[in-house]
């Protein structure tokens, strides 16, 4: 089968799903039905620093609801999944995930579809550069899932949001958290036409059928500073030509509800 080496994060974002476009300055002669992950053993968030804001929270969103692991326990040096093209295009409509740094005519996007983790990865495999070749018959695939991605909402008076194993032990009363949202999110987060967050009395953290409930406090808020009318003021993406709008929201908690 053909391979497809990537760094991570981008491997695991891939594999389960979430990252739906990836940015090749090249594109194969012919389209392989199935193109097996290979997540290198380089690690592109040692550099995050110069990552688009929009990777950096997004990734972290993602880790914090379990649906990739933390850098620590992301595989490397191994094969972790497999996907299939949908199409290549030159050009794209607004994806975060697609670059933004490089207006070149010779930048291909990748659409992904059909996007397998598997139970285990295949461990102790070197990567190579363009696509490769991996002895795997593809018709006898090691077992795989698709990975069932955990997203924040709100129902009546509550915010939900579904947390990792580690986050939900660091769990207690009195913390706060930061989201990095685009326009998409306010739509779950929002009241209708504005950027004022719904008016929640509770955040509730799930993890694996388990649950807690705290109370929100007045802080809770989007977390911007206001402008001449008024409104929360939003920053601009960096990787939409348009300028979409994004905001911070910002959830703070006191007392734990029994």
Not at 81 to 108: M, N, P, V
Not at 207 to 217: D, P
């Amino acid at each position: 089968m053909k391979v497809l080496s990537l760094q991570q994060p981008w491997a695991s974002l891939i594999a389960a799903g979430i990252k739906d476009v990836e940015n090749r300055t090249w594109k194969p002669k012919e389209i392989p039905s199935r193109i097996l992950i290979h997540a290198s053993k380089k690690c592109s968030i040692r550099t995050v620093g110069n990552e688009p804001i929009e990777w950096v929270q997004e990734i972290m969103n993602e880790q914090m609801m379990g649906n990739i692991p933390d850098f620590p326990d992301m595989p490397s040096n191994a094969i972790i999944g497999y996907f299939s093209i949908d199409r290549i295009d030159k050009k794209i409509d607004h994806s975060i995930w697609a670059s933004g740094e490089d207006d070149s005519e010779d930048l291909y996007y990748w659409h992904v579809k059909d996007c397998y983790l598997f139970d285990e990865p295949i461990k102790e495999v070197k990567g190579k550069l363009w696509l490769w070749d991996y002895e795997l018959d593809e018709n006898n695939l090691p077992p795989a899932h698709k990975v069932e991605l955990q997203s924040y909402d709100v129902k009546g008076d509550d915010f939900i949001m579904p947390v990792n194993e580690a986050t939900w032990k660091a769990l207690g009363e009195n913390q706060n958290y930061m989201f990095d949202l685009g326009v998409s999110s306010s739509e779950v987060l929002c009241q209708e036409g504005s950027y004022e967050l719904k008016p929640c009395k509770n955040i509730v953290f799930t993890c694996n059928g388990k649950s807690r409930k705290f109370k929100l406090t007045d802080e809770t808020e989007p977390r911007v500073t206001l402008d001449e009318k008024n409104e929360p003021a939003k920053y601009f993406s960096l990787l939409n030509p348009d300028g979409a709008e994004c905001f911070l929201a910002y959830f703070a908690w006191g007392k734990e509800i029994k």
